[in-house]
């Protein structure tokens, strides 16, 4: 390792005192019962690896991957230890060290810095899924051919005739008097899967006299930070600082929890980089979350009704690291006509993480029925949250165990009052 890395990651794993409580808070551990499963064991060999006793190699990698850096257990840990940036940093040292796989490669350097490849992309998906392509390959099992990764696919849900953007473009309305401008932040999860919650947060904004600017980015980094591939996410994360950092908005807002998680990251990221440290602090300084940015700048309550009884999943890049929770309870409770039910072990990660569930469809389904239990138990009609990534995981959650809920952003459900409000 480089010795940078080796001193960070030394002083990082030397805070673990092994007492173990991190298993109450970790949903791989309790989906498979292993050690190595939980922040204990992978740190474990991660300071194995530090004192020598073990190569940085393939003998680890499952280990660091199988982690879906929720943050789960630093809630139960004491001295607080930060495994999820732990793994993170030491995923990106392994990669460094022995490359990734091309596909990744391939995704991260020529698809995801490239939006008119990544929406080709998409519509080629859209296609054959229209077509019939896809259903049939499942249906005869050909997606077998590709392993857990042919099962994945089944998460993936129907991609709509329209892009986010499209759809945030048509929404957006001149405004009698402005309150606030400011620069949305369009992840490509909400962009590509999701653009009915960008046409809502555009409506709910205009609304409130918040003048909406729709910058071209990319994605955020996200993806490639998670596969240790530090160089694509930076250079992906310097498009995104170059488009946003200028323009003269009160806030950068977001409604995606891992992409608004992330770009609170930038500054991070660069403080070794001059010509792009101040410029990535300044960037991370102005990011706010949707419902964070409407909760301070107050709403209008004339809402309609919207009869439903409501739970809520808290996205970990939302509640845990943006420390936005209250928020979107409070939103959700201030509806007339919602029935809010509090979802036990709300906190608790869906087993999403991103494409996790593409790389590690058992796992991810083990932590997926565990969520759905619960949802299953609240009653609820409606089950609201705050991420793309999370929705996308909670639906296939929803179809696999046939219940009888819907998946919304919260800003749909603020949308859906107002226009129930005439
Ligand atoms: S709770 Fe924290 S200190 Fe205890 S074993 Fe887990 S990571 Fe280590
Ligand atoms: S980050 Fe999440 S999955 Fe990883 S060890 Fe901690 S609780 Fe478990």
């Avoid at 499963?37 to 499952?62: K, M, N």
């Avoid at 993170?88 to 460094?96: M, N, Y």
């Avoid at 910058?215 to 996410?233: L, Q």
């Avoid at 209008?300 to 009884?309: E, I, L, N, S, W």
Wanted: charged share 20%.
């Amino acid at each position: 390792m480089t010795r940078n890395v080796m001193a960070e990651l030394d002083a990082a794993v030397e805070q673990c005192n092994q007492c173990g409580f991190c298993q109450a808070g970790c949903p791989t551990y309790k989906a498979t019962g292993i050690e190595w499963t939980v922040a204990r064991g992978r740190i474990a060999l991660i300071r194995d690896v530090l004192a020598g006793r073990l190569p940085l190699d393939d003998s680890v990698r499952e280990p660091l991957f199988n982690c879906l850096t929720c943050g789960g257990c630093t809630d139960h840990c004491f001295p607080a230890v930060q495994t999820a940036q732990i793994v993170t940093k030491a995923r990106a040292e392994l990669v460094r060290r022995h490359g990734e796989h091309w596909v990744q490669k391939l995704v991260f350097r020529q698809v995801l810095p490239n939006p008119n490849v990544l929406g080709l992309a998409v519509k080629s998906l859209r296609l054959s899924q229209i077509t019939g392509v896809e259903p049939l390959a499942r249906s005869t099992g050909a997606v077998n051919l590709l392993g857990q990764l042919g099962a994945a696919s089944a998460v993936l849900p129907k991609i709509p005739g329209k892009t986010g953007r499209e759809q945030a473009r048509e929404a957006i309305k001149p405004l009698a008097a402005r309150r606030a401008r400011v620069a949305y932040f369009l992840g490509c999860g909400t962009n590509n899967i999701y653009p009915g919650a960008a046409a809502a947060a555009m409506r709910v904004l205009n609304r409130n006299g918040v003048e909406v600017l729709v910058p071209e980015v990319v994605c955020c980094g996200k993806p490639p930070i998670s596969y240790g591939d530090e160089a694509a996410a930076k250079d992906l994360a310097r498009r995104n600082i170059d488009a946003l950092v200028g323009l003269d908005v009160d806030a950068i807002v977001t409604d995606c929890a891992t992409c608004g998680s992330f770009l609170h990251e930038y500054g991070e990221l660069f403080a070794d980089e001059p010509a792009y440290a101040e410029k990535a602090k300044q960037l991370s300084s102005r990011v706010q979350d949707l419902l964070q940015f409407l909760a301070a700048l107050g709403i209008d309550q004339t809402f309609g009704k919207v009869p439903a009884r409501i739970t809520y999943h808290d996205p970990c890049h939302l509640g845990r690291f943006q420390k936005v929770s209250v928020q979107p309870r409070d939103f959700l409770k201030s509806v007339p006509g919602v029935e809010f039910v509090e979802l036990p072990e709300a906190n608790m990660c869906c087993g999403g993480a991103g494409s996790y569930a593409l790389t590690h469809y058992d796992i991810s389904m083990m932590v997926l029925d565990r969520k759905m239990e619960n949802v299953a138990r609240t009653g609820a009609q409606v089950l609201a949250t705050a991420c793309p990534g999370c929705a996308m995981q909670l639906s296939y959650g929803i179809k696999r165990q046939q219940l009888p809920v819907r998946v919304k952003h919260v800003v749909e459900i603020l949308d859906q009052a107002y226009q129930s409000a005439g």
